[in-house]
T-cell receptor, first 111, second 114 residues
């Protein structure tokens, strides 16, 4: 059975801290791994990773994929209260590009 | 660009009633998906479509039907609603025509079945 596991499930930090969110997976026919940020409504796209070892970066957020060890990390540096959200990891798989999601990590950034 | 639009945003149904959720996208995406999101369960795929006129089952299809008569629209139907279908429903669309395509999600429909 395809599985995507995120850790920790929740995390509370102070503004300015650096956080690392983890995502491990076991799926058949892996195509890509995606990270999303979900505040109150729709998940918003952060990164799509297809190749091992290549870091993707956007401002204070960065992510990397390890296809040999089957995991990815999402780093957020100098956190701000606006980073408070649920971060979702999803793995795209199969010939029809279906997404399997993890349960998410709830990040709370306190001032 | 509106992206992905879902209607309605909220709905309360009585057990046994039927309804249709509408998803519309204006990005000419080939792929469309319906997910449900429940506390502690993450997002789970209900049905999906890889093109106009095609549909397929996802992980949790029971109790739902879908149709994709036009490329831009993907309808999710509940024929006889049950309390277990109380959830937040998200529609998403995607394309394979460019790299780093991601998936675009609608803002969700909160459905309560009483």
């Amino acid at each position: 059975e395809d599985k995507v596991v995120q850790s920790p499930l929740s995390l509370v930090v102070h503004e300015g801290d650096t956080v690392t969110l983890n995502c491990s997976y076991e799926v058949t026919n892996f195509r890509s791994l995606l990270w999303y940020k979900q505040e109150k409504k729709a998940p918003t796209f952060l990164f799509m990773l297809t190749s091992s070892g290549i870091e993707k970066k956007s401002g204070r957020l960065s992510s990397i994929l390890d296809k040999k060890e089957l995991f990815s990390i999402l780093n957020i540096t100098a956190t701000q209260t606006g980073d408070s959200a649920v971060y979702l990891c999803a793995v795209e798989r199969g010939s029809n590009y279906k997404l399997t999601f993890g349960k998410g990590t709830l990040l709370t950034v306190n001032p | 660009n509106a992206g992905v639009t879902q209607t309605p945003k909220f709905r309360v149904l009585k057990t046994g009633q039927s309804m249709t959720l509408l998803c519309a996208q204006d990005m000419n995406h080939e792929y469309m998906y319906w997910y449900r999101q429940d506390p502690g369960m993450g997002l789970r795929l209900i049905h999906y479509s890889v093109g106009e006129g095609t549909t397929a089952k996802g992980e949790v299809p029971d109790g739902y039907n879908v149709s994709r008569l036009k490329k831009q629209n993907f309808l999710l139907g509940l024929e006889s609603a049950a309390p277990s279908q109380t959830s937040v429903y998200f529609c998403a669309s995607s394309t394979r025509q460019r790299a780093n395509y991601g998936y675009t999600f609608g803002s969700g429909t909160r459905l309560t079945v009483v």
